[in-house]
Each structure stands twice: as C-alpha cells, then as structure tokens.
Nanobody, 118 residues
Framework: VQLQASGGGLVQAGGSLRLSCAASGRALSRLEMGWFRQAPGKEREFVARIRWSGETSYYADSVKGRFAISRDNAKNTIYLQMNSLKPEDAAVYYC????????????WGQGTLVTVSS
C-alpha cells in the first residue's frame, strides 16, 4: 500500500485546512486508517483514526471537537478536516493504515506539512 498525503500549507490561527490521503496498491475498504503528526523536537503523536466501515472514529483529546476524519472507500481516500487551528497544531501530518484494528500501523505516508501562524 502506498499512501500519498496532501493538503498541508500555511494557515492563520483559527483557520481551517483539509488534508487528504490517497491510497494505492490495495483497496482501503478493509484497512483502518488514521493520522499522526510530529512537531519539531516532539514525539510523533496520534491524531485520529477511523474504522474500515467509516462508522467509528477516534480522536486525540487535543483535537477532539475541532478535527474530523472521514473516508471515501470508493475513492480510496481519507480526509482530515481541521478547524479552529492553533499554533500547537503545526506539524508534519502522516497518513497511516493497518490491517488489524489494533497494534502498530503497517503503512505510513510521506507526510504533509501544516504551519499555523499566530
């Protein structure tokens, strides 16, 4: 599976961005998908994940209520809608996928940079 993330950029605090992640090499329909992020000098951290059916999603407390993850299995794409962005949301965002709904992620994308100006 190859994951290609896009949609990052520069936004002012309070603004919005939508990240996309297109998968190739395997249908998304049975993969759990998600997003991680890593800010300079910080550990990589979980942001959100969504079950293969799209019916259940989970979020880090720091983004709950502001971010929304979704998926379109027909397009082999997942999305991360990020609203009310804060400077602390600035990071490289990575799209991830795994076959099982637990354990480590099997596939990682190359990352897309989100910069939030205050």
């Amino acid at each position: 599976v190859q994951l290609q993330a896009s949609g990052g950029g520069l936004v002012q605090a309070g603004g919005s961005l939508r990240l996309s992640c297109a998968a190739s090499g395997r249908a998304l329909s049975r993969l759990e998908m998600g997003w991680f992020r890593q800010a300079p000098g910080k550990e990589r951290e979980f942001v959100a994940r969504i079950r293969w059916s799209g019916e259940t999603s989970y979020y880090a407390d720091s983004v709950k209520g502001r971010f929304a993850i979704s998926r379109d299995n027909a397009k082999n794409t997942i999305y991360l809608q990020m609203n009310s962005l804060k400077p602390e949301d600035a990071a490289v965002y990575y799209c991830v996928a795994r076959v099982l709904a637990m354990g480590s992620y099997d596939y990682w994308g190359q990352g897309t940079l989100v910069t939030v100006s205050s």
